[in-house]
């Protein structure tokens, strides 16, 4: 089997590690970072923290090296969907393509380049430290289902998630994942963007009243958008906000988004609160506080265009 | 007549120093800034810009040397003005205070010390570019009139306009002052907070029709707060805030709230969206987005804290 990772980022970097150690299993990684994958193809892949591992797929920054592959697995960042299916097509004319990206939309944009399209949703976590060398901060399970306008075969989802579960990331192939998907979108949709715009961690957002209620309005309107599509939630995202505000868990944990603000790099707004919205609109749902949150860091983007 | 000016920032610099030219009027200059209340018994106080004015009132950071005062203009910040008219309320005992604050709920801070209060709002603005010197940015009228559970006189009111529009500053005493202060408090709340919490200028929060649509949002909510108190605008906040947005006039104002974060300064909040809300409340008007405005704004001053 051959499956080439679409975007080695960081959560990208731990599939392709992970799953290039399987005798039956042949990694290509995708990745427009050339330091990147200079450093995998000539030291490895190395992942550190929650699983010390040293992986060997082949990476490249040129997609037309890419052979043909039984499956993809997009994990770019929401924003660079596009660009990264359309450059990488070509392998999987006869494969499936999985997403396991944040954000919602991305099975939609995949499916305009393939035939057969993987609905999916990761929680495993890190970052990368160097070119080659990658942080695993959290371990997490991953769901996999078919999208449903342009679906794969179960059995293929199965022999996929089978392969991530063999090399260590825990994966379950189920016949809807959108359950999943939804409950970390309003997750990350009502609390990342909330640290971004203010600096504070998730556990101190959490402690004010007028935040945390905040938090709640966004959910509720996801939570309403999610219904609207007959989507029935695996879990309610306000019990996985609670949980993380822990100090044992995700207390000092500043959204990936505030990082991104930080940093002045776009962030995936578009695809957290502004997929709810287009989501809601579709449906009837209104959305009044994703739409002004998805406004307002918008404008912090463009502020720094000023 | 006798007048202290309660909070000798750059507004109620513009008072004092326009005031101290009548000849029948006495001002007292009341500030917690001894440099500036040095500066002004030394040299005067000056006014640039808009006006070239050196007044001659008498300045104090000891409100203990206050004597009894006809009127007082409470010009502190919002959330200075228990403080402040804790302090100063006894030269008022047999007179009457008004106040011009940005904000809602100063009548109701001041009526708490004092018998005879004024409802008040002014456009004027400046800034104190050294201790006993301010620039004068913008001209603009004053509106005074009766606060309904304590009320001044009318013909006080009318007194105090007229010694403000005989010092150049014209005022109006009106029976109903509430218009035009919710006008300035909705304007003011619906669009500060946004380029605090974007970093845009006023223009920039104009011109992308999220954050505008979002402006609006706010406004309506501000008009419906209004509604139910049986206030009625003087004028509609979306003509003020369309007007201000015009490159001859306001496109490059970066809101004081903005200068307020940037500074890492406490802004006014509580008493712009915070009292929009609180009013909301009292009367059954649902505000969320209000709400989440208010929330975000305190969570970015609480991240100081960090």
Chains 1, 2 share one sequence.
């Not at 609670?242 to 207390?251: F, G, L, Q, R, T």
Request: one cysteine or more.
């Amino acid at each position: 089997m051959r499956i080439c990772i679409v975007g080695c980022g960081a959560v990208g970097s731990l599939f392709a590690a992970n799953l290039s150690l399987l005798d039956d299993v042949e990694v290509w990684a995708y990745d427009v970072s050339q330091a990147h994958v200079d450093a995998i193809n000539e030291r490895g892949l190395r992942l550190t923290g929650a699983g010390e591992v040293v992986g060997r797929p082949r990476a490249t920054t040129d997609a037309a090296e890419l052979p043909p592959c039984d499956f993809g697995i997009v994990v770019t960042k929401a924003m660079h969907t596009e660009a990264a299916i359309a450059a990488t097509a070509h392998a999987f004319a006869d494969g499936c393509v999985a997403t396991v990206q944040n954000g919602i939309g991305n099975e939609e944009t995949i499916a305009r380049y393939v035939e057969r399209v993987i609905r999916g949703t990761t929680f495993p976590a890190g970052k990368i430290l160097e070119p080659g060398v990658v942080q695993w901060d959290v371990k997490g399970d991953t769901t996999l289902g078919p999208f449903e306008p342009r679906p794969a075969p179960l059995a293929e989802i199965e022999r996929l998630a089978d392969a991530c579960t063999r090399a260590g990331m825990p994966t379950h192939a189920v016949p809807d994942a959108r359950g999943p998907q939804w409950r970390k979108v309003i997750f990350n949709a009502s609390t990342n963007p909330i640290g971004a715009l203010t600096g504070l961690t998730h556990g101190r957002v959490c402690e004010r009243p007028d935040l945390r209620a905040l938090v709640s309005g966004l959910v509720a309107e996801g939570k309403a958008v999610a219904a609207a599509q007959g989507i029935v939630l695996d879990a309610d995202p306000e019990e996985l906000i609670d949980h993380a505000a822990k100090p044992e868990v995700a207390y000092d944990h500043r959204s990936s988004m505030l990082q991104d603000v930080e940093a002045r790099r776009q962030t995936e707004i578009d695809y957290l609160n502004g997929g709810i919205v287009r989501f809601g609109r579709e449906h009837g749902v209104p959305t009044p506080l994703n739409e002004a949150i998805w406004a307002l860091v918008k404008g912090v983007e463009q502020s720094w265009q000023q």
